[in-house]
């Protein structure tokens, strides 16, 4: 068996778009992945055709073969556009390798270490922007109060809203009385994370998380820019609440650093970025040898979601998983199968590969459009930071 073919496949979810990678082979099995990647849609399809001419004619079940080929067939190094569309490629792989052995990923993978995998909601969801910019304190409770009514132990917020100026006083306040009446509201069983989004300084960011801590968050996601290393390690050495980092971040060789330098108790590699299945395996290796957890970033799309799945149900160090469930309510139009969570959990699946499938008339029907820009003005004409 042989590639005969790879493609894309854009599907505008208002949010973002999906870019899913599809790969034929010569014997009619197709394998799916997905390589979505905000602001860059564009650049990640032109990458997947690039890396096609490698590809065509080779074996699609020599995953590591075909990832070292297109890691360092080209003299360029891949910057996050060039690893996401390698994601997307090496995911559709492990998909066509699945459903040859008539087996699901997770069994490829070294097979199940827990029976579910627990997920947490976004306070946001599809909406996330404008919600931020207008809620109040009481409709992010009332919020959260749905998200555990429907079985969630976990909800994540975004704690300064969209337009806000970070570091003021009156600021850190205001998000320090969120968390107060999220916890109030929830409850000490309920694990609240709390995303600062790569905003903050160092300095910022610690203030931020003394004012938080009182409040118990189970972690702080990407306290300052994944960068300077060192500033999220200052940060780190600052408190004792875990700190969370690395959805930004590609391949081993970058989270290398992060882990020698103590710089996080939870690592957030993302599958369609970092370098897709195997290679986000070999960053919780390394993870698991420092003592870090690893909670995968992902508010992307359904293949996005079943890869994680298959990869969270092998991870002796998994702590928690990240999904989308609100973007838009033709989910299951577009891709057949998705995995929905119960009472918070995701049951292992059993079909074979990913366990999904692209109805492609489907997603004919939402063609691409560009993303929204994601800037924001004060009242005064003032860009806001974001």
């Not at 997905?34 to 860059?40: C, D, F, R, V």
């Not at 003299?75 to 690893?83: E, K, N, P």
């Not at 097979?111 to 009481?138: C, F, K, Q």
Request: proline content about 6%; hydrophobic content about 45%; overall charge negative.
């Amino acid at each position: 068996m042989v590639i005969k073919a790879i493609s894309t496949v854009v599907v505008n979810a208002e949010m973002r778009n999906w870019v899913f990678v599809k790969v034929e082979t010569d014997e009619a099995i197709t394998g799916w992945g997905e390589a979505s990647l905000e602001w860059h849609t564009l650049g990640v399809v032109g990458a997947v055709e690039d890396l096609s001419h490698f590809l065509v004619g080779e074996d699609p079940c020599r995953i590591e073969h075909l990832y070292q080929v297109m890691t360092r067939q080209g003299f360029w190094r891949s910057g996050v556009i060039g690893m996401s569309a390698i994601s997307g490629i090496e995911m559709a792989c492990w998909d066509i390798l699945g459903k040859c052995l008539g087996t699901p990923v997770h069994q490829l993978l070294g097979g199940r270490v827990r029976e579910r995998v627990r997920m947490y909601d976004h306070l946001g969801g599809g909406e996330m922007a404008s919600l931020y910019l207008n809620t109040t304190i009481d409709q992010f409770t009332e919020r959260a109060r749905r998200s555990i009514a429907d079985g969630y132990t976990a909800v994540k917020v975004l704690i300064v809203p969209v337009g806000e100026p970070l570091e003021h006083a009156s600021t850190i306040r205001q998000a320090a009385k969120l968390m107060e009446a999220l916890r109030l509201a929830l409850g000490e069983e309920v694990d609240i994370m709390v995303d600062l989004h790569g905003r903050t300084t160092p300095a910022g960011a610690i203030r931020y998380i003394e004012a938080l801590a009182p409040f118990a968050p189970y972690f702080i996601e990407e306290p300052c820019p994944p960068e300077n290393v060192a500033g999220m390690a200052q940060v780190a050495r600052a408190t004792t609440v875990p700190i969370a980092t690395g959805e930004r971040l590609v391949t081993r060789f970058q989270f290398r650093e992060l882990f020698e330098s103590a710089a996080c108790a939870v690592a957030q590699p993302d599958i369609c970025h970092a370098g897709g299945l195997w290679e986000v395996r070999k960053i919780a290796a390394l993870a698991e040898s420092h003592y870090v957890s690893i909670a995968p970033h992902n508010p992307l799309g359904p293949i996005a979601t079943a890869a994680a799945v298959q990869l969270d149900l092998v991870l002796p160090n998994f702590l928690i998983q990240e999904a989308i469930r609100s973007d838009v309510p033709w989910r299951d139009e577009v891709v057949t199968n998705t995995l929905h969570a119960s009472r918070g959990y995701i049951e292992p699946p059993h079909l074979p590969g990913l366990g999904v499938e692209v109805n492609e008339q489907a997603a004919a029907r939402h063609p691409y459009l560009p993303e929204k820009q994601m800037r924001y003005f004060h009242e005064d004409g003032a860009v806001a930071d974001w």
